[in-house]
C-alpha cells in the first residue's frame, strides 16, 4: 500500500510539494504569462501557503499520532477553505454578464482603507475582475482547477491524518 500512498513524513512531504507546485505554478502564470491574480486568487494562494506548512509541520511531527492529527487537521482546514473560495471564484465566473458585480479597488487600496475582516468579507463577495476567465484547460478554468486541487489536498490531508505509517 506505500507504493500507492506514502504515508507518515512521506505523505505530509508528497502534500507539501503539491502546495509548492501550486503556488510556483500560479507565479509562472503571474510573472511568465503576465496574469494578473484577481483580489479571490490571491485569497487563493493564501490558503495554499497555509496548507502547504500544514503539510510541513506533518512533515516534521508527523510521526506522532497527535501529530498527525493537528498536521493533518490543519491543511484539511486550510483546503477546505481555499475549496470554498475556489468554489465562490467559479461561481462567479458562471454568472451572466448583467449580474457580474461592479469591479472594486486593487486588494493593496483596499488594505489601506479598511479593517482586514471587511477587505476579506469585499474579496469575497467578488467583483468584475474575478469573474473574467483569463485561462482554461480541458473545460476548467484555473479556479476550477484550484478548486480540484484543494478537495485533492483535503483529501489527501485527510488519508495522512487517519492511516498509520508502515
Known amino acids: 500500500m506505500s507504493v500507492i500512498m506514502p504515508m507518515g513524513r512521506a505523505g505530509f512531504a508528497w502534500g507539501f510539494l503539491a502546495c509548492v ?7 509562472y502564470l503571474q510573472y511568465f ?3 494578473e491574480p484577481c483580489p479571490m486568487c490571491i485569497f487563493q494562494r493564501i490558503a495554499m501557503a497555509v496548507a502547504g506548512l500544514a503539510f510541513l509541520l506533518g512533515m516534521l ?3 506522532q499520532s497527535w501529530g498527525r492529527w493537528l498536521a493533518g487537521g490543519l491543511a484539511m482546514l486550510a483546503s477546505i477553505g481555499g475549496a470554498v473560495i475556489a468554489g465562490r471564484h467559479v461561481w462567479l465566473q458562471s454568472l ?4 457580474v458585480p461592479a469591479c472594486g ?9 479598511m479593517p482586514w475582516r471587511e ?5 469575497l463577495r467578488g467583483d468584475g475582475s474575478c469573474a473574467i476567465i483569463d485561462a482554461s ?5 484555473l479556479p476550477g482547477w484550484t478548486l480540484v486541487a484543494f478537495i ?10 487517519l492511516l498509520r505509517p508502515s
Do not use: H, K, R
Open 21 to 27: 507546485a501550486g503556488l510556483a505554478f500560479a507565479y
Open 33 to 35: 504569462q503576465n496574469l
Open 61 to 63: 511531527i508527523g510521526g
Open 96 to 99: 451572466p454578464e448583467d449580474q
Open 105 to 113: 479597488p486593487p486588494l493593496d487600496t483596499l488594505l489601506g482603507m
Open 119 to 123: 477587505v476579506f468579507e469585499v474579496v
Open 137 to 141: 484547460f480541458l473545460g476548467l478554468s
Open 152 to 161: 485533492g489536498l483535503a483529501l489527501w490531508a485527510i488519508a495522512c491524518s
